[in-house]
């Protein structure tokens, strides 16, 4: 069992930065792939990026050059730095782990409850 708690989300201005974080709890942390995802008013949740243990990340297309994913596998920690940050931005951010990397939600083991993210325009 993993147990995720996001953190860091809140009110910025169109251009500003946030970072996320997500403390996990459980063993064999390192082993799972941690993702953010992300869920806008009235829209489906949508993958963000990930990371696997070995330091490997992917991202969504629209975040690819703004955002960057890290962990620290010792410190049961996974990050989202998110720079010039734009309003479309704007939703619930998750963090979630799954032992086969995926894009899809419905793949995913583990889900925190969420940060709020608002990028003012």
């Known amino acids: 069992q993993v147990q995720l708690v996001e953190s860091g989300g809140g009110l910025v201005q169109a251009g500003g930065s946030l970072r996320l974080s997500c403390a996990a709890s459980g063993r064999m942390f390192w082993s799972y792939v941690a993702g953010w995802f992300r869920q806008a008013p009235g829209r489906e949740r949508e993958f963000v990026a990930d990371?696997?243990?070995?330091?490997?990340?992917t991202y969504y297309d629209s975040v690819k050059g703004r955002f960057t994913i890290s962990r620290d596998n010792a410190e049961n920690m996974v990050y989202l730095q998110m720079n010039s940050l734009k309003p479309e931005d704007t939703a619930i951010y998750y963090c979630?782990?799954?032992?086969?990397?995926?894009?899809?939600?419905?793949?995913?083991?583990?889900w925190g409850k969420g940060t709020h993210v608002t990028v003012s325009s």
């Open positions: 990371i696997n243990g070995s330091g490997e990340s």
């Open positions: 979630a782990v799954t032992r086969s990397r995926s894009r899809d939600p419905l793949a995913m083991h583990y």
